[in-house]
């Protein structure tokens, strides 16, 4: 079974960081491009950050670029995002799930989400 585990979420205030983590199992997880997704109330869920398996090539979102670092320890089957520079519109819950690089930026079509972690950032 196909299982992510995302943890590292809190209330911070604006500027300040934070670093999720995201636990994978269940698949071959080396090879494969994992991708941080997220959620603000009322929005659609969007492509903050991915990172492929092979090379580490890594794609951001516009709005993150240069604040957020996404970044993973294959012998740990685990990939992290290092979000600094916090602002209030970065609240949202996070996610992880296997991606897809695309001309639109990191896209997925996973459908088993895990229960996420919450990013709170105060102005």
């Known amino acids: 079974e196909v299982q992510f585990v995302e943890s590292g979420g809190g209330l911070v205030q604006a500027g300040g960081s934070l670093r999720l983590s995201c636990a994978a199992s269940?698949?071959?997880?080396?090879?494969?491009?994992i991708g941080w997704f997220r959620q603000a109330p009322g929005k659609e869920r969007e492509g903050v950050s991915c990172i492929s398996g092979g090379d580490g090539t890594t794609l951001y979102a516009d709005s993150v670029k240069g604040r957020f670092t996404i970044s993973r320890n294959n012998a740990k089957n685990t990939v992290y995002l290092q979000m600094n520079s916090l602002k209030p519109g970065d609240t949202a819950v996070y996610y992880c799930?296997?991606?897809?690089?695309?001309?639109?930026?990191?896209?997925?079509?996973?459908?088993?989400w895990g229960q996420g972690a919450q990013v709170t950032v105060s102005s």
């Open positions: 269940g698949f071959l997880f080396d090879d494969l491009t």
């Open positions: 799930a296997p991606a897809d690089f695309t001309a639109n930026g990191c896209q997925t079509d996973f459908g088993s």
